[in-house]
């Protein structure tokens, strides 16, 4: 199973630097729509329903204090199977050309976040895990 590290470098690979609201989103797409496809999650690494939308925070620890991101130095490329680049290929030509605002507002709309967070006003902190079994539940509707 890949990392939450090989997706980020690996999106960072295909796209080039970006801000880092729109990684973690195009990581969380790429965990949901994977799990929805294979049905099996992507990577282990939990995705939390914070504020600002959906975010890992494994990666953020390794991009807290910064706005955009470049390139990964932790993950390998090559740790990631046909199967899983695939998926991140798809979500790549989906989602890839929007913004980070973008993507937040539509994760927004979304169930899987909406219910992790319970009814939380906007803004208000929240840890609470956006599990692969919603993510499946809900872009499986779709």
Known sequence: ???VH?????VLQEKGGMDTWKLQKLVY????WHTTWVKTPLFPEQIEAWANGPVCPALYQHHKHRFRVQ????????DLTK?????????LSHYGEMSGVT?????????PWKDARKGLPPGV?????????????YYGSL
Do not use: C, F
Not at 6 to 10: I, L, Q, T
Not at 29 to 32: D, P, R, V
């Open 1 to 3: 199973m890949a990392s």
């Open 125 to 137: 902190s929240s840890n609470e895990v956006i599990t692969p079994k919603a993510m499946a539940k």
């Open 29 to 32: 797409y790429s965990q949901a």
């Open 6 to 10: 090989d997706v980020a470098k690996y």
């Open 71 to 78: 390139s990964w130095d932790l993950g390998s490329v090559n």
């Open 103 to 111: 993507l937040r507002e539509m994760t927004h709309r979304e169930a």
């Open 83 to 91: 199967s899983e680049r695939k998926s991140i290929d798809v979500v």
